[in-house]
């Protein structure tokens, strides 16, 4: 039942023989445009947007700190947690930095920031950045608070 091998062609024709098999040939046809390069995108975002999303961060360990009461394990923990938040921003700086200065940001000429899904607004932009920083931010601030009310 399986030793027999089955070859399939397009046109439902019997197999040809092995010597009348088309070969194909890749043809390069000249162009006499340079080759494209890359597109370099860069972040192209206000500082604002940075101080937004690192002060976010900041509400959170704060809050974090004041709701543990800040014992030597939690704070110890939260150290730890400083340190790995400093180093993702950190390295994204270096690594940015690494192509020479930004220009100023599309947001910050009154035009749309450009992004792979289409251009978008400072609203939009700002809104989709920084609505999870703010939610972790909300969230240590309601631990605290949770905290403070209960312990």
């Known amino acids: 039942m399986f030793d027999q091998a089955r070859q399939f062609t397009l046109d439902h024709a019997e197999p040809a023989a092995p010597a009348e098999r088309p070969t194909l040939t890749l043809v390069q ?3 006499a445009s340079p080759p494209a390069q890359p597109e370099a995108r ?3 975002l206000p ?9 976010s961060y900041g509400v959170f360990f704060a809050a974090i700190t004041i709701a543990t009461g800040g014992s030597g394990q939690s704070v110890f923990a939260i150290v730890i947690s400083l340190l790995y938040t400093a180093m993702y921003f950190g390295l ?5 930095r690494q192509a020479g200065p930004d220009a100023k940001s599309p947001l910050l000429r009154g035009e749309a920031l450009p992004t792979w899904c289409g251009p978008m607004d400072a609203k939009a932009v700002y809104g989709q950045i920084l609505v999870v920083p703010m ?9 605290a608070v949770i905290c403070a009310v209960v312990l």
């Open 29 to 31: 046809q000249a162009d």
């Open 42 to 44: 860069r972040f192209e």
């Open 47 to 55: 500082r604002s947007v940075w101080a937004g999303m690192l002060a």
């Open 92 to 96: 994204a700086r270096v690594i940015a």
């Open 135 to 143: 939610a972790v931010a909300l969230f240590g601030v309601g631990i």
